[in-house]
């Protein structure tokens, strides 16, 4: 916790006929990442993939077609299948099964086509058939041309030596051809707009009743086509995804030599392994006729962050954010204690928190098998319970009604309603901002010792830490005769004053040699990011106060009711789902990008740098399949 795992160079060293056992162990185990091949030594150069890589790449082309046309999701597990019963399964029936999806599915293509152009044929059709002309006649003129299309009814036009016929903002118009242009000239120049004009034979009307009713059959066998391909998703679903990872992982085996360093006979592999299981891997390869080489290297190792269950899903938030460099602080649980805080602070709301909950705990039953979705459906429940606990414990209020007899049974509750209870909330949420910022620096410096030097870490970030904390002992009573520290810390006023102001000034010269004249500008900002966390509780105040005009409208309907209005209580109903809807979504998203805003803006850039490389091992996390266990 709090640093990534130590990690050790590996390089493993083999013949060519060992790649396939060496694909697999390494493939089952997930140990080791790779790091590709340059290409810069004589006699080596990256190697192709295995010899069944292209029969399994074929077979997983396939696959993900039929699951793409049957438009199939990944469900979670039904039970796990042995691998290679899977491999002789699709061997046997996929081909039949494939023949079969690609007639189904051309025809509802075919079909769903057809449609189509019946559509646009029937609306040309629509557009023409008030002209009352047989379709015939709009073609098949050897000295006449046809202009029909769009011209207002209450224009009028004159076009000598021409036929025309009009119905409402319908035209068409029958002129000899060579004087076809200057016709269309004259009427686009009186608002004439042009049509494609309909083809065939017969009247149009008769036309479009043929139309109508092929289209009817064309539903009735589209829906009937979609029908079987949805039985064929149930039936096979399930069954493709399981293969699909399994030729997946076979791919994923078959491009090991892709990364290595091969020359006629050898090959040479070079990763990084986690300390702790270099021990593991030997073992795993003690029966090929390989050479191991655990070394220590000056290199920048992958990252491969180790946390608790409990603190792990944070990791999601960590690398949106970005991946630390190996020898630099974790933040994931920073984030594990914050955001849930933060959030939970925000809502202060026990109704809301419930369902937020509920929210989280559905994310994690119905998708838990998308590690992305999974990991912020724990997010999401947790925070669900933060809001929940300060809801019940601090504020006593759920849905923005406070709990008058919750109230008077616990010590101590705000009231978001009282101004001095809100005056309380804004320097408390301030306070937070103190501890998070220093707390930011504090992590600074240990990484810039780490990383650097005690010289960079003081100059860096120890001198905000005095410009922070000084400045605010010496400022408050300087400009506001007000302690705004000092007295809480039980500083006399003398020490505060010229204590403070010697930190700020010591502090201020240390970030100006560091960082030249720009650290000036930047003072203002770090005493802006303490008071940022101020919107802990300006959220929560202004959720509490739409929640609370909302059920005051509602309660004016109910009251309305009450007297006498019968409908009033469909508005109060009404007004008061809505309102409980958008405060519930509103404070959802603003609450939860503004917790995660607070530490990735307020507090991360003090300590974090960044720019590392996920921890990636060589192989294919199996969720429907298992191998037979490798062995050397």
């Avoid at 058939?129 to 209450?154: C, D, H, R, W, Y």
């Avoid at 759920?398 to 109230?407: Q, R, V, Y």
Wanted: glycine share 10%; hydrophobic share 45%.
């Amino acid at each position: 916790m709090l640093k990534p795992e130590p990690m050790t160079r590996v390089v493993i060293c083999g013949l060519n006929q060992d790649l396939p056992d060496v694909s697999h162990i390494l493939s089952q185990k997930r140990l080791v990442h790779l790091e590709d091949y340059g290409g810069e030594d004589e006699g080596f150069s990256a190697g192709t993939t295995l010899d069944y890589g292209a029969k399994v790449s074929e077979y997983l082309v396939r696959i993900r077609s039929l699951i793409k046309i049957l438009d199939i999701d990944a469900g979670s597990p039904i039970g796990i299948k042995n691998a290679n019963s899977v491999e002789e399964e699709v061997f046997e029936k996929l081909d039949g099964l494939e023949k079969n999806i690609l007639a189904i599915h051309k025809n509802h293509r075919d079909s769903t086509q057809k449609l189509k152009d019946g559509m646009n044929r029937l609306g040309s059709l629509e557009q023409f058939e008030p002209l009352g002309i047989n379709l015939e006649s709009f073609s098949g003129f050897k000295s006449m041309s046809v202009l029909a299309g769009t011209l207002s009814s209450k224009t009028e036009v004159s076009i000598p030596n021409a036929e025309t016929v009009r119905k409402d903002d319908m035209i068409a118009v029958f002129v000899p051809t060579d004087g076809h242009e200057e016709v269309e000239q004259q009427l686009v120049k009186a608002g004439f707009k042009s049509l494609d004009l309909p083809t065939g034979e017969g009247i149009i009307s008769d036309e479009m009743v043929a139309l109508e009713s092929e289209m009817q059959n064309l539903e009735g066998e589209i829906e009937a086509l979609g029908h079987e391909l949805e039985a064929l998703n149930k039936r096979h679903g399930q069954w493709l995804v399981i293969a699909e990872e399994h030729f997946a992982a076979q791919s994923e085996k078959s491009s090991l030599p892709l990364k290595l360093a091969l020359s006629k006979n050898a090959f040479v592999l070079d990763g990084w392994v986690p300390e702790k299981e270099c021990e593991g891997l030997k073992t795993s390869l003690e029966g090929l006729n390989v050479d191991i080489q655990l070394e220590f290297s000056d290199d920048e190792p992958p990252v491969k962050l180790d946390n608790p269950p409990m603190v792990r899903p944070f990791e999601l938030f960590t690398k949106l954010y970005g991946i630390p460099r190996h020898r630099e602080l974790d933040p994931s649980v920073l984030l594990f204690f914050g955001y849930p805080l933060f959030f939970g602070l925000m809502i202060g709301d026990l109704g809301y928190g419930f369902f937020y909950f509920l929210l989280g705990h559905l994310l994690v039953k119905k998708y838990g098998h998308s590690d992305e979705l999974l990991q912020l459906g724990k997010i999401i429940r947790l925070a669900g319970f933060s809001a929940f606990f300060f809801g019940t414990f601090l504020f006593a209020e759920a849905f923005g009604f406070e709990i008058h007899w919750l109230a008077h049974e616990l010590p101590f509750v705000l009231h978001k309603s009282d101004s001095a209870d809100v005056a309380f909330m804004l320097l408390a949420t301030g306070g937070i901002g103190l501890f998070y910022v220093t707390l930011g620096l504090v992590m600074g410096f240990y990484n810039a010792l780490n990383m650097h030097n005690l010289k960079h870490a003081v100059q860096e970030k120890l001198s905000w830490i005095m410009i922070l904390w000084g400045g605010l002992l010496f400022i408050p009573p300087w400009l506001f005769n007000n302690s705004l520290l000092g007295s809480r810390l039980g500083l006399s006023g003398e020490i505060e004053l010229w204590g403070g102001l010697a930190a700020f000034l010591v502090g201020l010269s240390l970030a100006v040699y560091a960082e030249g004249i720009v650290a000036l500008v930047e003072v203002p900002s770090v005493f802006v990011q303490v008071i940022s966390y101020v919107r802990i509780a300006a959220l929560g105040v202004a959720d509490y106060g739409l929640a609370h005009a909302f059920n005051g409208m509602a309660a004016g309907h109910y009251e309305a009711f009450v007297e006498g209005a019968t409908l009033s209580i469909v508005f109060a109903l009404l007004i008061f789902v809505v309102g409980q809807l958008l405060v519930f979504t509103l404070g959802l998203i603003g609450s939860g990008i503004n917790s995660l805003r607070l530490q990735y803006v307020e507090c991360f850039p003090k300590f974090f740098v960044g720019g590392g490389t996920d921890y990636t091992p060589f192989g294919y996390t199996r969720k429907y399949t298992h191998e037979t266990e490798a062995t050397a």
